[in-house]
């Protein structure tokens, strides 16, 4: 559509996750038009980003160090890990305040329509994390998708014969949400696990 050097930035902004041409188009000439200064802040922090951030060497979680902030943490319960897919999860489990222990990245889901199987995933580490004794439970808070269901299934039959407590975090109906817009899955996952109210 466009030439030189505007094209190759929306083509690059359109290889984004989540962002397509009509949003790389916006992006682009929101670019062009930005502050210098601006810009040069953007290019700054994805530079940044590249060199500085990397991933923890015990939970997979990102850091600025060899381990992240919460693996340092010594108020972290080392008897509970929270197994998530990406970083990205960790977030919005610590946004709760509800978890007090620890976290494994996987790095993905167990997807074999995209080629990904168990060894791409960092299943061996989590099983060399939990071989120690240490760990009486683990929470599986992978995605309520087909891809997140098989990886917490099979993490469920590797886990559950090792004596540990294995439990997968509920899913159903959101807060705020009715019930006739619900779709059979989410409201059978709702009845599923609907708890008892006392008085």
Same mark, same amino acid.
């Given at each position: 559509?466009? %030439?030189? $050097?505007?094209? !190759?930035?929306?083509? %690059?902004?359109?290889?984004? +996750? ?5 949003? $790389? ?5 929101? @670019?062009?038009?930005?502050?210098? $200064? ?10 940044? &980003? ?32 929270? /197994?998530?897919?990406?970083?990205? !999860?960790?977030?919005?489990? %610590? ?14 889901? @167990?997807? +074999?329509?995209?080629? &990904? ?13 939990? $071989? ?6 683990? @929470?599986?808070?992978?995605? +309520? ?20 407590? &294995? ?12 019930? %006739? ?15 008892? /109210?006392?008085?």
């Amino acid at each position: 559509m466009y %030439e030189g $050097a505007i094209q !190759d930035l929306v083509d %690059e902004l359109g290889r984004l +996750p989540g962002v397509g041409p009509k949003s $790389a188009q916006r992006i682009a000439f929101h @670019i062009l038009a930005a502050d210098p $200064a601006d810009v040069r802040r953007l290019a700054d922090a994805l530079t940044e &980003v590249k060199l500085r951030v990397q991933f923890c060497e015990i939970c997979g979680n990102v850091a600025q160090e060899t381990q992240c902030r919460i693996c340092r943490d010594p108020r972290r319960l080392l008897t509970t890990i929270c /197994v998530v897919e990406e970083a990205k !999860d960790v977030v919005a489990i %610590e946004r709760t305040r509800e978890f007090r222990g620890r976290y494994h990245v996987l790095g993905g889901a @167990i997807n +074999p329509i995209a080629g &990904v199987g168990p060894d791409d995933l960092r299943i061996v580490q989590l099983m060399s994390r939990l $071989a120690d004794g240490t760990v009486t439970e683990v @929470i599986l808070a992978t995605d +309520p998708n087909v891809e997140g269901e098989a990886t917490a299934t099979y993490l469920a039959r590797l886990l559950v014969p090792m004596g540990l407590t &294995v439990s997968r975090l509920a899913s159903g109906l959101p807060v705020g949400g009715d019930l %006739e817009y619900a779709d059979e899955v989410t409201l059978g996952r709702a009845f599923e696990g609907r708890r008892r /109210v006392s008085a």
